[in-house]
């Protein structure tokens, strides 16, 4: 009968260790969720967002303002798309680096695993891809200055295209 007693005792005290164990998890993830929903609104309230909208509709407009046959023509393709994300940064002053910066915040708090990332990839993987397609040649040319600018989107950026 003791033994059967300590059998239980032992199931007991691995089911309730492992119930600790889940809770535990559980509870982590639900503070990376919160912190994600942070930066969420520091995003929506702070300038970031505005300073990437600003952009994206700078950028359509100089991509619409641009000749069918010069936006058509591939081998003008990566000139013209640089020269527009200029156009466009000349349009806003300083939003390029406001969104740079949001996203570097953004991807040290995915790293330190206190935001979470699957929720920062749904709601910011679109916007980050898209500013990274339009402004790969502006970090390239910053980072001959400053060997690390834009370093934190690249590494977001990988993290986001990781498994769902």
């Known amino acids: 009968m003791t033994g059967l007693a300590s059998l239980a005792g032992v199931v007991a005290l691995i089911v309730g260790g492992l119930f600790g164990a889940y809770e535990y998890a559980d509870r982590k993830e639900?503070?990376?969720?919160?912190?994600?929903?942070?930066?969420?609104?520091?995003?929506?309230?702070?300038?970031?967002?505005q300073a990437y909208l600003d952009l994206s509709r700078a950028l359509e407009k100089?991509?619409?303002?641009?000749p069918a046959e010069d936006r058509n023509d591939p081998d003008n393709a990566l000139t013209l798309r640089d020269n527009i994300a200029r156009r466009a940064m000349r349009d806003h002053p300083g939003a390029y680096d406001k969104v740079v910066y949001f996203f570097s915040r953004l991807s040290l708090c995915v790293q330190a695993s206190l935001c979470s990332e699957p929720v920062a990839r749904t709601f910011f993987g679109d916007s980050l891809h898209s500013f990274k397609s339009w402004f790969e040649d502006e970090k390239a040319r910053r980072r001959q200055w400053t060997p690390a600018h834009g370093r934190?989107?690249?590494?977001?950026?990988?993290?986001?295209?990781?498994?769902?």
């Open 30 to 49: 639900m503070q990376r969720a919160t912190e994600t929903m942070a930066m969420i609104e520091i995003w929506e309230t702070r300038g970031a967002q």
């Open 152 to 164: 934190e989107l690249d590494v977001l950026s990988v993290r986001f295209q990781g498994p769902e």
């Open 62 to 66: 100089h991509l619409s303002d641009t």
